[in-house]
């Protein structure tokens, strides 16, 4: 019976590669972490190196996603990009 259980339990592809790309999100903050905490200059760039090739990886799990229609992007229109810019660019003058 428990057998048939875990059968119907099954997670599609769709879920797993939603996990993939979340454990590469928390690995690349530990990764970050661990890179601007390195003392030792030989470990921050062994931890700079590891952190890219986690960009890598979940650069080309979202590309898979997006071509299989399971991560969707809505594009921004002009306006938003330019209350984003606007909402980024005033804090910068204000400290300035």
Not at 82 to 88: E, L, T
Not at 91 to 96: A, E, L
Request: charge should be negative; hydrophobic fraction near 30%.
């Amino acid at each position: 019976m428990a057998n048939n259980q875990n059968q119907n339990q099954s997670l599609s592809a769709k879920d797993i590669l939603h996990d993939c790309i979340s454990c590469e999100k928390h690995l690349s903050h530990l990764y970050n972490d661990g890179a601007n905490e390195a003392t030792n200059p030989q470990l921050r760039q062994d931890m700079l190196n590891i952190l890219m090739d986690e960009h890598n990886l979940q650069a080309s799990i979202y590309n898979v996603m997006q071509q299989r229609g399971m991560y969707q992007v809505k594009p921004a229109d002009t306006q938003s990009i330019a209350q984003a810019q606007q909402k980024y660019t005033n804090p910068q003058q204000q400290q300035q």
